[in-house]
């Protein structure tokens, strides 16, 4: 999967991540910038440009990583925008490696997948969802910050319009999060009924990975627990590894906690 984050920290400095270099401030417990009010403004006033020069898209700036700046509609965010930012240090946490090419399931708008490109966690990035709203933000994003050569987006119902030749060192998501229905939330955001997207994607997600590849998942802690899904990974090939709790960035607790599988 690469070179480790501790031998890339010591050429921090040296590259952007246009290079595929580590964020010098991605150190714990300090992640990526979400907002910054320079290029924040820059995307703003870009986005003024290409509506008096016809754009209708209707997407709009929603967090900055690292000078890239991540496009969205609000109705799109299905917590990966705030509990997508523990994703980096998570991922450290876990001693984890930067790699070659990364994967977000349920990407929504890629707020996960390009805040990992946007810090050097992986020199490609790909991302699918079966929101066709999604999915033309995430390419939204990738054409704004010229990028197109770097993401794959795929408009797919779980894994089964991937092509079959995709192979992924990493995979992250912040997938629904809830078995049963919650009256506030949006279904196709937040309910997985009977767990049976988790279902599908643990039985498929094998036949993607690269040997020693590795996925993350974001899960909720009022509805479900590890032991929820270690019988789907094992029946699917993997291994539960471990698991962290959900933590802010000044070590309170909160209701997220991340499962880490091996394939």
């Keep these: 999967m690469g070179s480790d984050l501790g031998g890339l920290r010591d050429q921090q400095g040296k590259h952007s991540w246009r290079h595929h270099g580590l964020d010098p401030r991605l150190q714990p417990?300090?992640?990526?910038e979400m907002y910054g009010?320079?290029?924040?403004t820059k995307a703003l006033w870009r986005r003024v440009v290409h509506r008096?020069?016809?754009y209708r898209g209707g997407f709009e700036?929603?967090?900055?990583?690292?000078?890239?700046?991540?496009?969205h509609r609000p109705e799109l965010n299905g917590g990966g925008l705030t509990h997508g930012q523990n994703v980096p240090r998570v991922l450290l946490e876990f001693g984890l490696k930067r790699c070659e090419r990364l994967f977000?399931?349920?990407a929504g708008p890629g707020y996960i997948g390009y805040d990992l490109l946007a810090n050097g966690f992986?020199?490609?990035?790909?991302?699918?969802?079966?929101?066709?709203?999604?999915v033309r933000a995430a390419e939204y994003t990738a054409k704004w910050n010229r990028v197109e050569n770097l993401v794959k987006i795929y408009l797919s119902d779980g894994l089964d319009q991937v092509p079959a030749s995709e192979r992924w060192d990493l995979v992250v998501a912040n997938p629904p999060a809830f078995g049963r229905r919650v009256e506030s939330e949006p279904d196709l955001i937040a309910y997985d009924a009977e767990w049976a997207l988790h279902q599908r994607f643990y039985a498929s997600v094998k036949k993607f990975m690269k040997p020693g590849g590795h996925a993350v998942m974001v899960e909720d802690l009022g509805y479900s627990t590890p032991e929820v899904f270690e019988p789907m990974i094992r029946?699917?090939?993997g291994r539960l590894v471990?698991?962290?709790?959900?933590?802010?960035?000044?070590?309170?607790?909160?209701e997220k906690y991340y499962i880490l599988s091996a394939w």
Excluded: K, M
Excluded at 29 to 32: G, R
Excluded at 37 to 40: M, N, T
């Design 52 to 54: 008096v020069l016809g």
């Design 242 to 254: 471990a698991t962290l709790p959900g933590t802010d960035l000044r070590g309170n607790r909160f």
């Design 29 to 32: 417990p300090l992640v990526s």
């Design 104 to 106: 977000e399931f349920c």
């Design 122 to 134: 992986c020199e490609r990035l790909v991302l699918s969802d079966i929101n066709p709203e999604a």
């Design 235 to 237: 029946a699917g090939g």
């Design 61 to 71: 700036p929603a967090a900055v990583y690292n000078g890239l700046v991540v496009f």
């Design 37 to 40: 009010g320079r290029i924040l």
